[in-house]
């Protein structure tokens, strides 16, 4: 049991290092972009004019000639106190332009994560079970296709055929213009979070329908498989019985650790989308030179990452009854 | 051995369908077709440099027809020269992002599986570090790093893509080394890059060959998306995802031919190179033909 726990500790403790390595390596690359935050803040024509005395405070202010590693102590102290500083575009807070924006991001990336799951789920137990069938050449075919379409194009794609020609949604944006924030239904923001979340389900089914194909196909060349025909058990319940037990495991841990590809896909779509979300603001900090909102959106996507993993780790341990066993002796 | 025998005796016991083709012949052909087709394409591209930037106002907004393949754009340029200019820019860069990650995956296989435990920890926890961002993000970042631009989306694409090809190279090396060759060798007292060059590379390389191939359909389609987003190529480099995040704006007007043909075109190069990394999977390693 102590060995466990310990065990537990090591690998938590080895997810943290990574976390804060990944804040540092996100920190050195921003600080060693050419991006001056004092002109990214005021504009660079604007700078030229400027009162002296007034650049030289905003210089103190963004740390300008503070050595590399202070500045980096200096942030991430900051972030752990939830103080990511001022955004250089929206002009107020990162944190509250980050919670502004979370919100439309995380219902994209969370229905777009059930649905490729449960639906590459389905479709790569009737690949494998029904090997070499019609049915599981389409799914191939179909997920080895996908594997290889740009996602930002396939997004465009749909944006043409469904909001353009049939006129079925919205152009973009997260909620309809000219209403008040307050009037915007929970119907809204689902009739303008289909589309992208459509986008990246249909992409994201291409790996968990692969590899729970793989694995099924695996599991039923098992001899306990073979032993339970033999018994006259018929498909379904060995599908059930077997199959399911089995690849369920594996299924659930490779997606959660997908957070990463669907947080990456939906930089793109919301790009396309104009959906307003973490995605498109990370993409115009980085455009625009704002370091600081760059960063922070940097560090809760790590997060994000990061609690992927570890839910995977866990999810590994809560499903797999034979780990539970071992915890327990 | 006795899987051997089987498969010797087989032809006795039941008689084998005769086929025109095997399947390496199969993929033989195959891989020829593809490597031609990306060749033609990265040609007619370059060919067609000047027609990709030329504006003409007397032509815009051509749906496509004979004359114009793939229609024009709002400033009367022809999308059919600038989606073939835009693919051999992403060939040339899936290339040189390609080389370069594979020559950092040899080097970086061949020293953690040899210099000790500790480089290799150093190299996993780097790996681990840089999965600890979605990739897309990653080449972001860096792109802003390096100050956008060719030359910040080529090293980005290049220095991203060798943890899973380091690993595989590690793999077979940690191998090789317990080989009796290999010791003989290192026991004659040969200096161990001799060992590396002489007596495993040769072992390594076809595998290096497949997975340097298949690296290309990434390169290309992260380069693409980098450059769409608006960190990689410039508009003065047509580039494919720049005349895809160009087109964006025109397409809900209407002009669905700026986005489509582009798109499909890229895809298509994806599929080939696939099609030719799976092709000498095949040729390479027969064991895996099959599967």
Known sequence: MANIALRVLEQALKLVLVLIAVTFLAFALVEASPIDPVAAYVGSEAADHMDPAQLERLREYFDVGTPFLERYANWLSGIVRGDMGVSLIYKEPVIDVILAKIGPSLGLMLTAWLFSGVLGFVLGVIAGVYRDSPADKIIKGYSLLMASVPTFWFAMLLLIVFSVWLGLFPIGLSVPVGVSASEVTLADRLYHLALPAITLSVLGVASIALSTREKTVDILEQDYVLFAKARGDKLGKIVRQHVLRNISIPAITLQFASFSEIIGGSILVEQVFSYPGMGQAVVSAGLQGDAPLLLGITVVIAVMVFVGNALADVAYGIIDPRMRRVSHG | ?291
């Open chain 2, 1 to 291: 051995m006795a899987s051997s025998a089987n498969a010797t005796a087989r032809p006795v016991l039941q008689a084998v369908k005769p086929r025109r083709f095997n399947q390496r012949k199969k993929a033989l052909i195959l891989l020829i077709v593809s490597a031609a087709i990306i060749v033609a394409v990265f040609a007619v591209g370059t060919a067609l440099t000047d027609q990709a930037i030329k504006t003409s106002f007397g032509s815009q907004n051509i749906p496509p027809c004979p004359a114009h393949p793939f229609g024009t754009d709002w400033m009367g340029r022809d999308m059919f020269a600038r989606t073939f200019k835009g693919l051999s820019i992403s060939i040339v860069i899936g290339l040189l992002a390609s080389l370069i990650s594979t020559a950092i995956a040899l080097v970086l296989g061949f020293l953690t599986a040899s210099v000790g435990k500790w480089l290799d920890a150093v190299v996993n926890f780097l790996v681990n570090t840089m999965m600890g961002l979605p990739h897309l993000l990653l080449l972001v970042l860096i792109c802003v790093a390096l100050g956008k631009g060719a030359f910040g989306v080529l090293v980005a694409v290049a220095i991203t893509h060798w943890p899973s090809m380091t690993r595989l190279i590690r793999g077979e090396v940690l191998q090789l080394k317990n080989e009796n060759y290999v010791l003989i060798s290192r026991k004659l007292g040969h200096n161990p890059i001799k060992v590396a060059v002489k007596h495993m590379l040769p072992h390594i390389l076809p595998l290096v060959i497949v997975s340097f191939v298949l690296l290309f359909p990434h390169a290309i389609l992260h380069e693409a998306s980098v450059t769409f987003l608006g960190f990689g190529l410039t508009p003065e480099q047509p580039g494919i995802g720049v005349v895809l995040s160009e087109s964006l704006k025109y397409i809900t007007m209407g002009m669905w031919w700026l986005a489509v043909l582009p798109g499909a075109s890229l895809l298509i190069i994806v599929v080939l190179f696939d099609r030719i990394g799976d092709g000498l999977k095949k040729l390479i390693d027969p064991h895996n033909a099959q599967g």
